[in-house]
């Protein structure tokens, strides 16, 4: 399970598939009721970064339904996490990506309810940052007090340095939403650099499709371009998110935007219908 772990957390969604197809095999023949809860939930994460949505829900549900209602004290002993309080916020995510955003939300929560009955920082600043994560996706910026900055508190507080960076890079998007944009694009390109030194491009594809749209919304195309061809690269080099269709949602975007600096008198209407703003994380 740690090999998985290892090549999921550093990007390589190829050579993560292929050690938790094994792990989950192994597993099932072992009648291992523990080793099986873990190898759904890695299996459902790498489904999930992979795009494969609809697997990635059946295992993280599957890892749900072993793990019962009760906590497995145990389990946290072998393997040094929660799969269920981690797994709801995956299967938040997921739910996000598939069309109901409303249930991501309430899994979220429900994660972070399950968190707060336990005496484990790390779930907790976990819960926390999927909540933020599911808000960020769903274009809900926070402002004071959210999510998202509770859990960057938790993280310097406990000395989770790699944790602080992936939320601080969804903290960028969540500034960049409140309208502070060079802020949140400053934030997202320190946080890139931090987790490239800690040896990972998790998620890469969706900081840098909410780069691009940071960039646009003020103009700085060629920046917005750079950022799309990043995240492509990622796809490429990690076999992570293909972000084909946010890429598309991205140049859109940088025509809208160039349209509004050449076209200022033309009259602008919504990005989408409802109002709502066209999200670069439709990848995920």
């Given at each position: 399970?740690?090999?998985?772990?290892f090549?999921?957390?550093?990007?390589?969604q190829?050579?993560?598939?292929?050690?938790?197809?094994?792990?989950?095999t192994?597993a099932?023949?072992?009648?291992?009721?523990?080793?099986?809860?873990?190898?759904?939930?890695?299996?459902?994460?790498?489904?999930?970064?992979m795009?494969e949505?609809?697997a990635?829900r059946?295992n993280?549900?599957?890892?749900?339904?072993?793990?019962g209602p009760?906590?497995?004290?145990?389990h946290?002993v072998?393997?040094?996490?929660?799969?269920k309080?981690?797994?709801?916020?995956w299967?938040?995510?997921?739910?996000w990506?598939?069309g109901?955003?409303?249930?991501?939300?309430?899994?979220?929560?429900?994660?972070l309810?399950?968190a707060q009955?336990m005496?484990?920082?790390?779930q907790?600043a976990?819960?926390?940052?999927?909540?933020g994560?599911?808000?960020v996706?769903?274009r809900?910026p926070?402002?004071?007090?959210?999510h998202?900055?509770?859990a960057?508190?938790?993280?310097?507080?406990?000395?989770?340095?790699?944790?602080?960076?992936m939320?601080?890079?969804?903290?960028?998007?969540?500034?960049?939403?409140?309208?502070?944009t060079?802020?949140?694009i400053?934030?997202?390109r320190?946080s890139?650099?931090?987790?490239?030194?800690?040896g990972s491009?998790?998620l890469?594809?969706?900081v840098?499709?909410?780069?691009?749209?940071?960039y646009?919304?003020?103009?700085e195309?060629?920046q917005?371009?750079?950022?799309?061809?990043?995240?492509?690269?990622?796809?490429?080099?990690?076999g992570?998110?293909?972000?084909?269709?946010?890429s598309?949602?991205?140049?859109e975007?940088?025509c809208c935007?160039?349209?509004?600096l050449?076209l200022?008198?033309?009259?602008?209407g919504?990005?989408?219908?409802?109002?709502?703003?066209t999200?670069?994380c439709e990848?995920?």
């Amino acid at each position: 399970m740690g090999l998985a772990a290892f090549h999921f957390v550093r990007g390589d969604q190829r050579q993560a598939r292929e050690v938790t197809d094994q792990c989950l095999t192994l597993a099932q023949h072992a009648n291992d009721i523990d080793a099986l809860i873990e190898a759904h939930f890695l299996s459902g994460m790498v489904s999930f970064v992979m795009g494969e949505f609809p697997a990635g829900r059946r295992n993280i549900e599957e890892c749900i339904r072993l793990y019962g209602p009760e906590k497995r004290d145990l389990h946290i002993v072998l393997y040094g996490q929660d799969p269920k309080a981690s797994g709801l916020n995956w299967l938040a995510m997921g739910l996000w990506a598939l069309g109901h955003p409303d249930q991501g939300l309430e899994r979220a929560r429900e994660s972070l309810a399950f968190a707060q009955s336990m005496s484990r920082p790390f779930q907790l600043a976990r819960s926390l940052a999927g909540v933020g994560f599911v808000h960020v996706y769903r274009r809900e910026p926070q402002a004071r007090d959210s999510h998202l900055e509770a859990a960057i508190a938790l993280c310097i507080e406990q000395g989770f340095g790699y944790f602080r960076a992936m939320v601080s890079a969804f903290q960028g998007s969540n500034l960049a939403q409140l309208g502070r944009t060079k802020d949140g694009i400053a934030l997202m390109r320190d946080s890139v650099r931090t987790l490239r030194a800690f040896g990972s491009e998790l998620l890469f594809t969706i900081v840098f499709g909410e780069l691009a749209l940071a960039y646009a919304s003020i103009g700085e195309l060629d920046q917005a371009a750079a950022a799309v061809g990043e995240g492509q690269a990622c796809v490429e080099r990690n076999g992570s998110i293909g972000p084909k269709p946010s890429s598309y949602r991205i140049e859109e975007s940088c025509c809208c935007w160039a349209n509004r600096l050449t076209l200022p008198a033309r009259k602008r209407g919504s990005s989408r219908p409802g109002g709502r703003e066209t999200t670069a994380c439709e990848i995920l």
